[in-house]
């Protein structure tokens, strides 16, 4: 008999254990009819019940066996580590990693500059009949999306957006999986995007029921006679106490623990079952209360004490937490300890850990940290918890010493993060450290995108030095065109635009579909007023998301049409979008300008000169100072 655990414990059920995953059919079956059926289908449920299990193991494999019919990879929001943020400041990083995933094959050269209609279409077969063939394509974990007000808010409106509009089009079967406290923050969204709310197929997720629940124990256990299999009636109604579902999370945790401690020879049942229940739990809830306290930097027993205080009492009631930051209410809930109340608030995910965390003592059993993980400190990056994401990525570096491509995601992450953070000294410094990872790991794309990444952040300081580095890189990955790209963005900032633009002509002669290539040169040929080739650049990309190409169509479209009518609400709220970045103010004052609004311009010709992120390049100064005179 195998010694292999046939229990997942505290980590989702994968494809690979179809096998291992029971109690889940009639759901499972459910949505695999569902899905398919409908354009948008929202899976949703409690933290920790399932959804990506169900998804996983219940689901794809289902599908898979049907004919004719794409089904994607689970993709998710969460940021890519191995992606240089400052090599394309404007990018989605929703859409960006959403695309990664889906498409793992596709160029991250032409996954940044594509929308999500966009690469679907790209992708989307045709059967015997030249019909497209249906595609299925989930967005897992899209809580990811709501965690940090203010935090990418303008991309994730526009992820939305994208969304929305795929749904509406081609072949494409959306399912997106989101907890059910944010539920209806993801169908605003949506609803804000454009989707009627009666195009929406709900699809909730329960807490296993008990039937279902014996079923999760006995099922894996197949033939080999562990007492689990006698015990499983007991062990469920032990963990349901009183209530009329079992949390799947917690039953994984324990029989993972319990075939682990327990002799499979004996099938004869567990003896004293809840006394061999309490230590398990009591174990679970000390590691993840020590855990916790070590990633948020506060004293495990005084979060231990709060703990106790707080959820351990004999009242039924929604518990008060304000006292507590909600990132460390959050991690307890994604530590499956909690679970967010229906009304707010937060409650034990289990009334049988009651009594557990009424006896935790007052000094905790100390628990090592958690094994550094990447995809944590990737979502702790997406949360908007950079100081928690960095803590996370430099332990996975100094853990990573003999795996060199996970070292230059860390590092690669933590550039992004210091990037992110306004650093650019620290961010040149741990991106140079990937790129001698991913040289070494043979990896020349990843390569190429953090020397892209080194030669944008040195503009800022010395373009004529970032022209000069660029130079080297390619001559180092001649064929790169994040490189060549980057290449022509130093050289524009340097003040030679037309040398700038004989590079991106070059790039685009080699492959004239490269998004980010197209979109620099239409903007470039709209700064020099060549209005016609810079719409025909511009109008093969997508710039919904990008506040600089925006601004260019804007521009060149004005100069096109020439100086009639006033400023439209659209040209006006450009401005808006700018934030600091020097080029893009200065477009958004020339549209405005066109536009009849003189006094409006100055004031963004003068912030433009002011502007940090990125700041105005010296040649454009002149052109600045003439609208503000004027």
Known sequence: MSTRSPFVGSRPFDTDDEALFHGRDEEAAALAQLWPDRRLTVLHGPSGVGKSSLLRAGVLPRLGRRPRVDVLPI?????????????????????????????????????SGSSVSGLVRRNTRTDRYGDPVPVLAAVDHADLL???????????????????????????????AVRTENLDGLLGLLAGAGMPDEAVARFPLQPLRPAA??????????????PLAASAPELVDELAAGETHVDPALLQMVCRRLWGELSPESGTGIAHLPRALDPILRDHCLTALARTAYEYERLPSGLTEWFRETFGGRSGGVPQ????????????????????????????????LRPVVRDLGPDPASAPPEPPRLDAAETAFTSGEPELARRRARAVAAGAAGDARLRGAAECLLGTIAYHRGGTAPAVEHYEKAVNAFGAAGDTVRVGMLLAAIGRLRMDEDAAEAVNRLRAALTRLPGDLFVRTSLAQALWYAGRTQAAIAVLDDALSQDGGVPEALRLRGELLADLNRAEPALRDLDRVDHGDRPSTRAAWALARRTRDGPCGLASTEELELAADADDSGPVLLRVARVLRLGGAADTAAGLARRAVNARRPPLPRHLHKEAERLMTQ
Do not use: C, K
């Open 75 to 111: 993709g998710g929001p969460a940021f890519r580590a191995d992606f240089p943020l400052a090599a394309l400041p404007d990018l989605n990083p929703f859409t960006f990693a959403l695309l990664t995933s889906w498409y793992p094959d596709e160029s991250p050269t032409r996954a």
């Open 146 to 176: 709501f965690r940090a007000a203010g935090h990418w808010d303008r991309h994730r409106i526009r992820f939305a957006a994208e969304l929305a509009e795929a749904a509406a089009q081609h072949g494409l079967h959306l399912l997106i």
């Open 213 to 226: 629940a014996r079923q999760a124990v006995r099922g894996p256990l197949g033939g080999t006679g562990h």
């Open 321 to 352: 937490t304000r006292d507590m930051p909600g990132t460390v209410l959050r991690a307890l809930e994604d530590a499956r300890l909690l679970s967010a109340g229906e009304r707010g608030g937060y409650r034990l995910r289990q009334a049988r």
